[in-house]
């Protein structure tokens, strides 16, 4: 990372950098640097206005993003605590996470592990937000999962524009950045985050030994493996659920697994939606009713869902 | 009016020196007064020193005219002003509210900030009819306001107002709890002992 900094600096020697050495640059500017920059996020026919500002001081990440449309929506990031701010919602810190952000996962994600499932590609250069770009594509190595494209800025490798792409090659959902600010200094704005009061950080409980559960997944797709696994409440309905989370280091997704009751009457337990990338699945599988919701193919989560079974030989 | 007393009048208008009585002869001479008062006027305008208010005798036909045009909507610089004014209180506010450290007040316990879980709510409730008609092919639901368009796509041929009410509810309380669960991707994963119910969160974990 250092070298690919280094590299980059010189103009005429980032034409030589690989596809990973670019996200790998990218990663380090994102968290590295003074930054000021307002995007939309574009799905369907909504645009969702945000902006976001970054800055390193004394060692530490200072961040916070902004929702300008609707209801405030704050995602604020202190050193390694995360805290979300939803006017909707409760406040909330969680410590050493993934910030679920607007801007895809992948500016922070671990590149050896997505490197299992996607290839790095290098592809043309073009001008976006007014800057000179390098685009990168991550294709997956099979089509059970979708393609995530980077505009990164060829001076600093911040992504200006990202797109998440269907096997077909229809866009999805985008990011487009329209106004970008390299600072010398951290924004005050920041430092002022520095004093701020924010909720202790929660800790998330440890996930349950899948052994303890009466149901098995038969088919993940390839690269995908659990992240947590663990028995909780709906907190809006309190129905009791057994919840499966998969990632391939890219995409998160959530699998919901519930034993319909004998006597209990559904009145449809299907239930099928999609929204720009995301998709949410609701099927009557056997014995259970099988939930699937994330950033994965609508074929991707029918699959998983149906491939749901009961455990043959289950016992505690 | 003699041309010679106009040249006068004229001379008197640009302070130039004229004969006494050309004076004497304004005050008697209503006449020459008046065209006094305009070559006055005339010079002011010239020297771009008009008076705040002209008193020309323009006839009242004119000024009601005037009145009863209609009113132009288009802001003047100093309406814009005003409203910018305003408008630069209002983000005041707004970002005072932005502050962080104010922001801990009550917050709403559960509101339905999911995009397609919203979308669902509305999209149904303007179905007017107490069924939907089966819809086998994947149909965007237009949606008012903020909401992202969902396409839905229904299983069983006909669904009552009840078990759309249920399915909403359904969709609701698991995306919600799927948006939970993605703040909570943590990196190393806690020991069980450290384990704590998350605070004020969507998800009570039951250890067996």
């Not at chain 1, 010189?10 to 380090?28: C, I, S």
């Not at chain 1, 920041?190 to 088919?219: M, R, Y």
């Not at chain 2, 008197?12 to 004497?24: A, E, Y």
């Amino acid at each position: 990372m250092f070298i690919a900094s280094f590299f980059i600096c010189l103009p005429g020697y980032a034409d030589a950098l690989t596809a990973k050495q670019w996200l790998e640059q990218m990663r380090h500017s994102i968290t590295s640097k003074n930054y000021d920059l307002s995007f939309v996020v574009i799905s369907e026919n909504k645009a969702n206005p945000w902006h976001w500002l970054h800055g390193k001081h004394e060692g530490q990440e200072l961040e916070i993003l902004t929702s300008l449309n609707g209801p405030i929506q704050q995602i604020v990031r202190k050193g390694d605590v995360v805290t979300y701010i939803d006017k909707q919602r409760s406040v909330y810190s969680v410590k050493d996470s993934m910030t679920d952000s607007p801007m895809p996962d992948i500016i922070r994600a671990d590149l050896k592990k997505i490197e299992q499932s996607y290839t790095f590609t290098l592809v043309g250069k073009s001008r976006v937000a007014g800057y000179k770009t390098q685009l990168i594509r991550v294709i997956p190595k099979d089509s059970s999962r979708y393609a995530f494209w980077l505009w990164l800025h060829v001076d600093t490798a911040l992504p200006l524009k990202t797109a998440i792409v269907n096997k077909k090659g229809d866009v999805l959902e985008q990011i487009q950045v329209a106004s970008f600010h390299l600072l010398e200094d951290v924004p005050v704005a920041l430092l002022d985050l520095k004093q701020a009061q924010l909720p202790i950080a929660s800790k998330v409980g440890a996930s349950t030994d899948i052994a303890e559960f009466d149901w098995q997944v038969n088919w993940v797709p390839n690269g995908f493996s659990p992240t947590r696994i663990n028995r909780h409440r709906l907190y809006a309905s309190q129905q009791e659920v057994d919840y499966l989370m998969l990632s391939d280091g890219l995409v998160w997704f959530s699998v919901y697994i519930r034993k319909i009751g004998d006597s209990e009457q559904l009145l449809d337990p299907n239930t099928y939606l999609h929204s720009g990338a995301d998709t949410y699945l609701t099927q009557k599988v056997g014995p259970f009713e099988v939930t699937v919701i994330g950033e994965i193919p609508p074929a991707t989560a029918k699959r998983l869902a149906q491939s749901v079974t009961i455990k043959t030989n289950f016992s505690r | 009016m003699s041309q010679k007393v106009k040249q006068q009048l004229s001379a008197l208008v640009d302070n130039d020196k004229v004969s006494g009585d050309v004076i004497d002869k304004i005050k008697q001479d209503k006449a020459l007064s008046d065209t006094f008062g305009r070559y006055n006027l005339i010079g002011d305008v010239m020297r771009n020193d008009v008076p705040e208010q002209i008193h020309l005798d323009i006839a009242d036909s004119i000024a009601d005219a005037i009145e009863k045009e209609p009113v132009v909507l288009a802001p003047n610089r100093e309406f814009s002003a005003a409203v910018s004014e305003k408008q630069e209180a209002q983000e005041e506010t707004k970002e005072r509210s932005n502050n962080v450290v104010s922001l801990f007040k009550p917050l709403m316990q559960y509101g339905l900030a999911a995009s397609f879980a919203a979308a669902l709510v509305v999209g149904f409730q303007t179905e007017q009819t107490d069924t939907l008609v089966p819809q086998s092919q994947l149909t965007p639901v237009p949606i008012a306001g903020q909401l992202d368009p969902v396409s839905i796509e229904q299983s069983t041929p006909v669904m009552n107002r009840q078990s759309i009410q249920e399915q909403q509810r359904r969709v609701n309380s698991y995306i919600l709890d799927h948006e939970q669960q993605l703040k909570n991707r943590q990196f190393a994963s806690f020991d069980t002992t450290d384990a704590e119910p998350v605070e004020e969160s969507n998800s009570t974990d039951i250890e067996e």
